[in-house]
């Protein structure tokens, strides 16, 4: 906690500090919030976000699950109303371990006899045009084996469908994009993740406007068959992951992307260059475990 003796320092010299403040929205308010006058023209979006017993989605169960559905103006950019928020647990077969409870505050005793309410999901998911997840590639993977019926929907990343550096951030973690907006939050807990990125997109003029954007553009899935093992470093710190299982590296890229990567694999794999395989992702498999 701050020092609140050392008020009258900050009025000598403001220059030194800097404020921050809670995110305003929290799990326990009631909703819908109105945050701005409608425009007619919106539409529904649903924030969502995990906790889980582990990374890896197929080996490690979801613990709680937090959504959050706004309604988005396309013409004003803007959120101009929150509509209800979600909040549930579930107990899964294996135990939470120490180190889960550490970063989540979520324990054993509080999943016990929970599950999630899939009909309340299935509501919500049904009546929002986009699914965006603060890192989509791991809170899709674990959606749609949790949610299988609801596998083919569209989503957005709000870490990579917005481009932050231009935005001028250095980082896209969602903890130091609201400090840096002057902002804070107890993070961790699925739901109130939801509620900051609604403050982010609050105090980042267009951002979703811009993610909304990407999310509609197509994408392909580059495999860098002739990538030798001298370049892994190069590709690997360049965004590629390791395929393990085809022993391969790959990578998605938006259309903008797409033609500046193929140059880029031609140069780095010379005559290899023809082992690469560029795949068309479909809208509604964007961030899928299958894309």
């Excluded at 699950?65 to 077969?93: F, H």
């Excluded at 009546?127 to 949610?147: E, K, M, P, T, V």
Aim: hydrophobic fraction near 40%.
């Amino acid at each position: 906690m701050f020092d609140t003796k050392r008020f009258n320092e900050i009025e000598q010299t403001p220059s030194r500090f800097r404020l921050l403040e809670q995110i305003p929205l929290s799990a326990e308010d009631s909703f819908p919030i109105r945050l701005c006058e409608r425009a007619g023209d919106e539409i529904n979006l649903a924030l969502i976000d995990f906790e889980t017993t582990g990374f890896t989605a197929g080996e490690n169960e979801v613990i709680e699950i937090g959504i959050v559905q706004v309604a988005y103006s396309p013409s004003l950019r803007i959120i101009t109303e929150v509509l209800e928020i979600t909040s549930q647990l579930e107990c899964p077969k294996a135990a939470i371990s120490a180190e889960i409870t550490q970063v989540t505050g979520i324990t054993n005793e509080m999943v016990a006899g929970q599950r999630i309410d899939d009909a309340h999901v299935a509501r919500i998911i049904k009546n929002s045009n986009a699914l965006i997840a603060h890192n989509a590639q791991f809170d899709r993977a674990f959606f749609d084996i949790r949610f299988p019926c609801m596998a083919n929907r569209l989503w957005a990343c709000s870490v990579k469908d917005i481009n932050w550096r231009e935005h001028g951030f250095e980082s896209a973690k969602l903890e130091y994009l609201l400090l840096k907006n002057g902002y804070f939050y107890d993070g961790h807990r699925a739901a109130t993740d939801c509620l900051a990125m609604v403050q982010l997109f609050a105090v980042v003029p267009n951002a979703l406007h811009e993610l909304l954007e990407n999310a509609q553009k197509t994408s392909y899935k580059i495999l860098a068959k002739g990538v030798g093992y001298a370049d892994r470093e190069v590709v690997k710190n360049r965004g590629y992951r390791w395929d393990d299982s085809s022993r391969h590296w790959w990578t998605i890229v938006s259309e903008d992307d797409y033609a500046d990567e193929k140059a880029f694999l031609e140069e780095l794999c010379g005559s290899a260059s023809s082992k690469n395989l560029f795949e068309k992702v479909s809208q509604n498999s964007r961030y899928s475990a299958n894309s």
